[in-house]
């Protein structure tokens, strides 16, 4: 890989961290040069420690490393912190003339950046961030014009005097340090590539409105607000709505009844949003309602660690709500899938009428990457309704009494929908076990026939699509990497330092948490196996140690009536005999 | 819409459940005279029903429904009407559903002001469970789970809309066929969030707020010279803790109902095979 450059600013939260690092991160990727950010970040609006991190190198980068080249330090606590990824070479930009002294190891060069005077000479003191990223691009050999278009993206909503104070400011930084300082090691090479710059909660929103996303409700909560912020105004455009419910129990209902209306309908929460929309969940997949739940993970449980990363939730995802419900979960690996996914999610709920949980985690969701812009193609956006009547087609799913059957048992499970204002379609939906009419039922039959059919639209989908895995690497290699979620980029980047050392490793990056790929045979070919992922208890390893094990012979009961022992009996027999099917038996 | 429709289309072959002489009966049977008598059909109706006796409603109509979670239905009314205005939408519950469970929806959906009706059979007791305090049940009323009576005051369902800047408040009774309907179709046609209160009497676990009782407290405003449109006379009808009023009590004529404010208009069921014009925009913004 080319080389790469590790860049920061650091401060208190409110020093505008946020901003600045993003104007240096868009400027680099507007001069060809490939961009990842990650955020050091509190859940507080003031105070507490903050920093923007942007990696960036001509080739790809898809990860942070522990090494910082250039950093900008507003407070001590920015050193502090940051010490053990600073090395000899590194450069620590700071204001003199601030009331702490900074205190930077012997190895490390210092430069003293009157930040706030110069700021002020350029119209103002809250242009010091502003000076100093003119002072880096001296520092990093970076032409200080480049920052002018980021400028005009970030201030030219506030008038053209404050653009051109900005970019005063920014020269003056720049002169400061060519004029007081000089050999410095970095060079910023540049391309003509132009990329664009989004993290992954933006991919997601995008997604949602290329896939006929029309109505978003939710709740804030760090960190899936973006996508909903992201989507504020955006999906108007395209006569859609976002809005902001009183709780997560009404977003999930309203996103519920938009689904029903016939809208493309989603909600985006964190664990504590799951744990409540919990309860609709169920409702939605009886009522074999289509419907995108995202859920950017954050480390729990509880309001455990609002600001930090855990890809924790993965059992809730798979197994949260009483009785059994039918869903799928995927789980994008990039930021980019984030917008494919997305697209997905939305044809898979509606062909499948189905609910399904579209699982993103807290460092996708705030970090920046760049792309080209091609690999959003909206040409290639295809999308799929599923089985959807009209008022000409209904006729065909109508009963014997011209009754439109919403839950008809079909063969492959999925049965007809018909939007509300379809003439002939009027139906009930309910939560309650129904038969193929919707009207509730009890009966031991229809209870039997519904649930079989809910579960074989899942069996269908198995069948249909494709869930599959990326797989880097060699795959002759004796150690076989598996993992999912936002772990994708440090592991193919791990791969290339152990590939200098000499080991070879084969890795599968699995976007299908549930239904999933089988992976039985590449376990057993390699020799070891692990499985990565960012929480405590290895969910994602259960499930694959789970998939390698011995199969048992299942007897189930699903109508509402207990065991009784003679049926039992027979059924055992049955196994024991072998005359009952080889993995089932239904008493 | 067909101008043929009868209020009996509005029904489903599915017999109710409920008790025999149940409030909900005559509640049901105003909801879809209403219904029909504003021009509405099945097909251009939803429905969305809530948990309890007064939930079974969805099934005993025939429209569009969903009969959900409890205490959301409002929630899933709002996703409706909002994702396509051209339904008339109808959400019905009970007093446990609207008032307990589901309170901070209730206050909401009223601010929210979409464009919708609330029915909430009101029967000041939880009869589906077989007879429990609910939140209009009275201060002293001894149920199975308050024998000595709940001894908090009673929710005000009406005080509570208007504090969360209700545009549509109205009170009826079950056992008055026309009336009933009557109240109900001017929450149809009121431009925003109608809501109406009903008393509807539970036989079996109340015997208390009783048909006798209503009958003979009920003060109907529409033989007074009570003005909807002054807030100032619906308060004090609203905050009168002795007497018990129907009719509508409160209606303001400027009221902007959600999708006219935010300029929701378009049937969000319709979306294009592909991305939308104007997608690529969407990813240029990101230079």
């Not at chain 1, 961290?17 to 400027?27: L, M, N, V």
């Not at chain 1, 009494?401 to 009930?428: E, I």
């Amino acid at each position: 890989m080319a080389e790469d450059l590790n860049w920061a600013i650091g401060g208190e939260a409110g020093d505008g961290i946020d901003s600045t690092g993003k104007i240096f991160a868009q400027a680099q990727s507007r001069a060809g040069r490939h961009v990842f950010t990650s955020k050091d970040f509190a859940s507080r609006i003031r105070g507490g420690y903050t920093a923007y991190k942007i990696r960036s190198s001509t080739d790809r980068v898809q990860s942070v490393v522990n090494r910082l080249d250039v950093l900008v330090a507003l407070t001590q606590r920015t050193i502090d912190e940051n010490l053990d990824e600073l090395h000899d070479g590194s450069v620590v930009v700071y204001d003199g003339e601030r009331s702490w002294e900074a205190e930077i190891p012997g190895d490390i060069t210092g430069v003293d950046v009157p930040l706030k005077s110069l700021a002020e000479d350029a119209g103002g003191a809250i242009m010091r961030n502003v000076v100093a990223l003119g002072a880096v691009c001296a520092i990093v050999d970076f032409p200080v014009e480049k920052l002018d278009e980021a400028l005009e993206k970030r201030f030219g909503g506030k008038g053209e005097k404050i653009v051109e104070n900005n970019k005063t400011a920014a020269r003056k930084g720049a002169d400061y340090v060519e004029e007081e300082y000089d050999g410095f090691d970095y060079s910023l090479e540049t391309t003509d590539s132009d990329y664009v710059l989004l993290n992954g909660d933006e991919a997601i929103g995008m997604g949602a409105i290329a896939a006929g996303c029309r109505f978003y409700a939710g709740y804030p909560i760090t960190p899936a607000t973006d996508v909903m912020e992201y989507l504020t105004g955006r999906i108007d455009q395209f006569g859609g709505h976002v809005v902001q419910a009183e709780d997560e129990l009404s977003a999930i209902n309203m996103a519920l009844g938009a689904a029903r209306a016939g809208a493309r309908s989603m909600t985006a929460t964190s664990g504590p949003g799951i744990d409540l929309m919990t309860e609709t969940f169920g409702l939605v997949a009886t009522s074999e309602t289509p419907l995108v739940i995202c859920d950017v993970m954050r480390a729990g449980p509880s309001t455990g660690m609002p600001t930090k990363q855990e890809q924790g939730d993965l059992n809730s995802l798979l197994y949260g709500g009483h009785g059994e419900i039918p869903r799928f979960v995927i789980a994008p690996t990039t930021i980019s899938e984030c917008f494919h996914k997305t697209i997905e999610a939305f044809n898979l709920a509606e062909q499948y009428q189905t609910p399904v949980y579209l699982v993103a985690d807290l460092s996708m969701a705030v970090t920046e990457q760049t792309f080209a812009p091609e690999e959003f193609d909206m040409d290639a956006v295809e999308i799929d309704r599923g089985k959807v009547v009209d008022d000409d087609s209904i006729d065909h799913y109508l009963d014997e009494q011209d009754r439109f059957q919403p839950h008809y048992d079909a063969a492959d499970g999925v049965s007809p929908r018909a939007f509300p204002g379809t003439d002939g379609g009027a139906h009930m939906s309910t939560g309650l076990e129904h038969d193929e009419l919707g009207r509730r039922t009890e009966d031991t039959d229809e209870r039997i026939d519904q649930v079989e059919k809910r579960q074989r639209k899942v069996e269908t989908a198995k069948q249909e699509e494709d869930w599959s895995y990326r797989d880097y690497g060699d795959p002759d290699a004796d150690t076989l990497v598996i993992s999912w979620g936002s772990n994708e980029g440090a592991i193919v980047e791990a791969m290339d330092a152990l590939q200098s050392e000499g080991t070879d490793v084969r890795f599968l990056s699995v976007p299908y948490i549930f239904p999933r790929p089988d992976l039985s045979e590449e376990i057993e070919a390699a020799e070891r196996t692990v499985v990565v992922e960012c929480n405590a208890q290895g969910q994602f390893a259960d499930l694959i140690e789970h998939d390698v094990l011995e199969r048992v012979q299942r007897v189930t009961k699903f109508d509402g009536v207990r065991f009784d022992a003679d049926e039992l009996a027979d059924a055992i027999r049955d196994v024991v005999d072998g005359s009952a099917a080889a993995d089932e038996v239904t008493a | 819409m067909s101008s043929d429709v009868r209020f009996t289309d509005f029904k489903s072959d599915k017999q109710p459940t409920w008790c025999p002489g149940c409030g909900d009966f005559g509640t049901m049977n105003g909801m879809m005279k209403a219904l029909a008598n504003t021009g509405n059909d099945p097909d251009n109706t939803f429905v969305v029903a809530g948990i309890g006796c007064s939930g079974k409603i969805g099934t005993y109509m025939h429209s569009y429904a969903l009969h959900g979670v409890h205490g959301r239905a409002l929630p899933v009314g709002c996703g409706v009407k909002i994702a396509n205005p051209d339904l008339e939408v109808m959400v019905a519950g009970g007093d446990g559903d609207g008032y307990s469970i589901g309170a901070g929806h209730f206050v909401h959906a009223v601010r929210r002001n979409v464009d919708m009706t609330y029915v909430v059979m009101d029967n000041r007791i939880y009869g589906l469970t077989k007879g429990q305090a609910s939140p209009t049940s009275r201060e002293d009323f001894e149920t199975s789970t308050s024998p000595d009576g709940p001894k908090q005051p009673p929710v005000n369902p009406l005080a509570l809309a208007h504090a969360a800047g209700a545009t549509f408040i109205a009170q009826s009774f079950s056992s008055d066929a026309q009336r009933h309907a009557e109240i109900v179709q001017e929450a149809i046609e009121h431009d925003g969030f109608g809501f109406v209160n009903v008393f509807s009497p539970c036989v079996t676990f109340n015997d208390v707020d009783t048909y006798d009782y209503f009958r003979d407290s009920l003060v109907d405003l529409a033989e007074t010279d009570h003005d909807p449109s002054d807030e100032q006379q619906a308060k004090e009808v609203i905050m009168d803790g002795e007497t018990e009023h129907m009719g509508v009590i409160y209606q303001d004529d400027d009221s902007v109902p959600f999708n006219e404010l935010h300029g929701v208009t378009e049937n969000m069921a319709e979306i294009p095979d592909g991305a939308p014009d104007g997608a690529m925009d969407l990813v240029r913004e990101f230079y």
